[in-house]
C-alpha cells in the first residue's frame, strides 16, 4: 500500500516520506479500514515535530482520524461489518501506523458507522475533535438551558462544541478572532460570538452571557484565565483540552475556591474506553438527528502531499479541518 511516514521528528518536509510500506492484516478483535480520507489534527503535527511527544515507535504514520470503508476484518469480528462505511479515531495511539495511507488496521471499536449523508471527507473531520467537544460538554451532566461559552469557536473542537451544546438545549457564547471566524461560528449556532482581541471582550462576553456562564468549553486555560474566571457563574465548570503557546501559567486559586469552579483537564488518551464508548454513541445520535450538522473541510491535500497538509496545520490559519486523500490515483485522476 502507499502510506507516508517519519523515521525522526522534525519538519514535516525534512522527516515524512512517502512510499509504500505492506499491506496490513487484521488482528483478533480488529477491522482493516481502506481509507478514503485522512484528518490533520494539531495533536498530530505536534507529535510528528517533536512537540511535548517522543518517538514512541522506530517508524510512525501519522495522523489518527480518517474515514472509509471496512474490507476485511480479523477473527472475533463479525463479517456482517465488511463493507461498512466508517469513521475512526485514535489511528495513530497506542500503535505506530496511522492514517496517512491506504489502509490501517485498528481495533473494531475504534470504527463507528458513517451515515450515508456524510461524505468521506466531512467523515474524518469527527474523530477527535468531535469527541472531545462531546465530552467536554456532556461528561458531567446536562446542560439543558445552560450558557456556554466556547473559547476557539472557529476551530475544529470548537465549531463541535457549539453545534452539540445547541443540539443539547444551550444558549452559546462563542469567542473567535476574525470577522471571518466569526461568520464560521456563527453558522454552527452560536448565539454570541465575540472577537476577543477586542479590548472590551470580557464585557461582552458578560453581557451576552446574562446570569454568566455554566459550563466553558476551553482550547487554552492559560490565555483565557482572566476571561473565563470573569464570567464564569458560581459553580461553573470548566473545562479545558488544549495548550497554547504558553504551556504554564499562574491560576489565581482563591478566585477558583470562592467561585466554586470546576477546573477540569481533558485528554482523550487518559481517558477510559468506557467513558469514550458512550461519547461515541453519543455522537452517532447527534449525526442521526442532524443531517444538516457541519463537518468543515478546510482544505483537502493528496496523499504525497501530506507534508503541505501538516504545514497548513501549523500555520494556524485553517477555518475547519485539513483533509489528506488517502488514494493518490484518485486524488490524480
Same mark, same amino acid.
Given at each position: 500500500?502507499?502510506?507516508?511516514?517519519?523515521?525522526?521528528?522534525?519538519?514535516?518536509?525534512?522527516?515524512?516520506?512517502?512510499?509504500?510500506? +505492506?499491506?496490513?492484516?487484521?488482528?483478533?478483535?480488529?477491522?482493516?479500514?481502506? @481509507? *478514503?480520507? /485522512?484528518?490533520?489534527?494539531?495533536?498530530?503535527?505536534?507529535?510528528?515535530?517533536?512537540?511535548?511527544?517522543?518517538?514512541? &515507535?522506530?517508524?510512525?504514520?501519522?495522523? /489518527?482520524?480518517? #474515514?472509509?470503508?471496512?474490507?476485511?476484518?480479523?477473527?472475533?469480528?463479525?463479517?456482517?461489518?465488511?463493507?461498512?462505511?466508517?469513521?475512526?479515531?485514535?489511528?495513530?495511539?497506542?500503535?505506530?501506523?496511522?492514517?496517512?495511507?491506504?489502509?490501517?488496521?485498528?481495533?473494531?471499536?475504534?470504527? *463507528?458507522?458513517?451515515?450515508?449523508?456524510? /461524505?468521506?471527507?466531512?467523515?474524518?473531520?469527527?474523530?477527535?475533535?468531535?469527541?472531545?467537544? &462531546?465530552?467536554?460538554?456532556? %461528561?458531567?451532566?446536562?446542560?439543558?438551558?445552560?450558557?456556554?461559552?466556547?473559547?476557539?469557536?472557529?476551530?475544529?473542537?470548537?465549531?463541535?462544541?457549539?453545534?452539540?451544546?445547541?443540539?443539547?438545549?444551550?444558549?452559546?457564547?462563542?469567542?473567535?478572532?476574525?470577522?471571518?471566524?466569526? %461568520?464560521?461560528?456563527?453558522?454552527?449556532?452560536?448565539?454570541?460570538?465575540?472577537?476577543?482581541?477586542?479590548?472590551?471582550?470580557?464585557?461582552?462576553?458578560?453581557?451576552?452571557?446574562?446570569?454568566?456562564?455554566?459550563?466553558?468549553?476551553?482550547?487554552?486555560?492559560?490565555?483565557?484565565?482572566?476571561?473565563?474566571?470573569?464570567?464564569?457563574?458560581?459553580?461553573?465548570?470548566?473545562?479545558?483540552?488544549?495548550?497554547?503557546?504558553?504551556?504554564?501559567?499562574?491560576? +489565581?486559586?482563591?478566585?477558583?475556591?470562592?467561585?466554586?469552579?470546576?477546573?477540569?483537564?481533558?485528554?482523550?488518551?487518559? @481517558?477510559?474506553?468506557?467513558?469514550?464508548?458512550?461519547?461515541?454513541?453519543?455522537?452517532?445520535?447527534?449525526?442521526?438527528?442532524?443531517?444538516?450538522?457541519?463537518?468543515?473541510?478546510? /482544505?483537502?491535500?493528496?496523499?504525497?502531499?501530506?507534508?503541505?497538509?501538516?504545514?497548513?496545520?501549523?500555520?494556524?490559519?485553517?477555518?475547519?479541518?485539513?483533509?489528506?486523500?488517502?488514494?493518490?490515483?484518485? #486524488?490524480?485522476?
Amino acid at each position: 500500500m502507499k502510506a507516508v511516514w517519519y523515521e525522526k521528528q522534525g519538519p514535516a518536509r525534512e522527516v515524512l516520506q512517502y512510499g509504500e510500506m +505492506p499491506t496490513p492484516a487484521p488482528g483478533r478483535g480488529e477491522v482493516r479500514v481502506r @481509507l *478514503s480520507a /485522512s484528518a490533520v489534527n494539531p495533536a498530530d503535527a505536534n507529535r510528528r515535530a517533536g512537540r511535548l511527544h517522543g518517538m514512541d &515507535y522506530p517508524r510512525i504514520v501519522p495522523n /489518527s482520524d480518517g #474515514a472509509g470503508v471496512i474490507d476485511a476484518v480479523g477473527e472475533g469480528v463479525s463479517a456482517s461489518r465488511v463493507g461498512q462505511r466508517v469513521w475512526i479515531y485514535f489511528g495513530q495511539r497506542g500503535r505506530p501506523f496511522g492514517t496517512a495511507a491506504e489502509y490501517i488496521c485498528l481495533p473494531e471499536e475504534l470504527a *463507528s458507522a458513517l451515515p450515508a449523508h456524510v /461524505s468521506d471527507e466531512q467523515g474524518a473531520c469527527l474523530g477527535i475533535p468531535c469527541m472531545t467537544a &462531546y465530552l467536554a460538554l456532556f %461528561d458531567s451532566g446536562p446542560i439543558d438551558g445552560a450558557t456556554v461559552l466556547v473559547t476557539g469557536g472557529a476551530g475544529a473542537v470548537g465549531h463541535y462544541a457549539i453545534q452539540l451544546a445547541k443540539w443539547a438545549g444551550a444558549f452559546v457564547v462563542a469567542t473567535v478572532s476574525s470577522p471571518a471566524k466569526a %461568520d464560521h461560528a456563527k453558522s454552527a449556532g452560536a448565539d454570541a460570538v465575540v472577537d476577543y482581541t477586542a479590548s472590551l471582550a470580557q464585557e461582552q462576553v458578560r453581557l451576552a452571557a446574562r446570569k454568566g456562564v455554566q459550563r466553558i468549553v476551553d482550547v487554552d486555560a492559560v490565555a483565557n484565565t482572566e476571561l473565563v474566571l470573569n464570567v464564569a457563574a458560581e459553580g461553573a465548570t470548566w473545562v479545558t483540552y488544549a495548550l497554547g503557546v504558553q504551556p504554564v501559567g499562574a491560576l +489565581p486559586m482563591a478566585r477558583v475556591i470562592r467561585n466554586n469552579l470546576r477546573l477540569q483537564g481533558l485528554y482523550l488518551s487518559g @481517558l477510559s474506553a468506557e467513558r469514550r464508548r458512550k461519547a461515541q454513541l453519543g455522537v452517532c445520535r447527534w449525526m442521526e438527528e442532524n443531517p444538516q450538522a457541519l463537518h468543515t473541510v478546510d /482544505s483537502t491535500f493528496a496523499l504525497h502531499d501530506t507534508a503541505r497538509a501538516h504545514e497548513a496545520v501549523e500555520a494556524k490559519t485553517k477555518v475547519g479541518t485539513v483533509v489528506v486523500r488517502c488514494n493518490d490515483a484518485a #486524488a490524480l485522476a
